[in-house]
Structure formats: structure tokens, C-alpha cells
């Protein structure tokens, strides 16, 4: 079992830039595939971010590339999503996810995540 605490979102004009942080606990955070994935009134959860659970390996969804970058820091047990070049598209409650099982397989899949944090809104002005 592992809990995961988000932190950092906040309201941001367009153009500016947000760090998010996820905090984990238990001692396994080092074996985990780490995702981000947002969701915004009416629509579906939808993939940001991903890395494996050495942090070499990243998956990003294309509307972020170029802007969004993942990073891990395992003794640390937290996981980041740097957003620069915010859009208000970009509006949404952010999610951190763990992924326990299968992590030589990189996924964009809501259903292939086992831990989920409790969000943290990120609000883009225009």
C-alpha cells in the first residue's frame, strides 16, 4: 500500500509555469512506474505523464511535449510534473498515480494504476 500527497497546483496566468510535486509513502516508491494524469468538469481522466520507477525512461502525451517534463527523485519518495508554457486547456485537477505491477511496460492507462493521490487543481487564466 502506498498513500500519495500532491502539492503545488495554484491559479496561473497563460505562459506561466507550475511545479507539481507528489509525495509517497512506504518504502517501495523506488519500484514503482510514476504517472500524471488530469481530469476537468465533464470529461474523462485523461494521461499526462509517465516514468519508470529508475526515472530513464518517460512517457509524455503529445499536447505536453515541449512543455511538460516528468522527473522522479527516489530517496526523496516524490515524483514531479514541471508545466511551462501553460494553456488554460491546460486547466484541470492533476492526479498522481503509482503503478505496482508490470513496470517494464510504460502506460498511458487510468486502469493500469494502482495508487491514486487526491488531486490538486490547476487553474489557467487567459
Known amino acids: 500500500q502506498v498513500q500519495l500527497v500532491e502539492s503545488g497546483g495554484g491559479l496561473v496566468q497563460a505562459g506561466g509555469s507550475l511545479r507539481l510535486s507528489c509525495a509517497a509513502s512506504g518504502r517501495t516508491f523506488s519500484t514503482y512506474n510514476m504517472g500524471w494524469f488530469r481530469q476537468s468538469p465533464g470529461k474523462e481522466r485523461e494521461f499526462v505523464a509517465a516514468i519508470n520507477w529508475s526515472g530513464d525512461n518517460t512517457l509524455l502525451t503529445p499536447s505536453v511535449k515541449g512543455r511538460f517534463t516528468i522527473s522522479r527523485d527516489n530517496p526523496k519518495n516524490t515524483v514531479y510534473l514541471q508545466m511551462n508554457s501553460l494553456q488554460p486547456e491546460d486547466t484541470a485537477v492533476y492526479y498522481c498515480?503509482?503503478?505496482?505491477?508490470?513496470?517494464?511496460?510504460?502506460?498511458?492507462?487510468?486502469?493500469?494504476?494502482?495508487?491514486w493521490g487526491q488531486g490538486t487543481q490547476v487553474t489557467v487564466s487567459s
Open positions: 498515480a503509482a503503478r505496482a505491477r508490470s513496470v517494464w511496460i510504460m502506460s498511458a492507462r487510468v486502469i493500469d494504476y494502482d495508487y
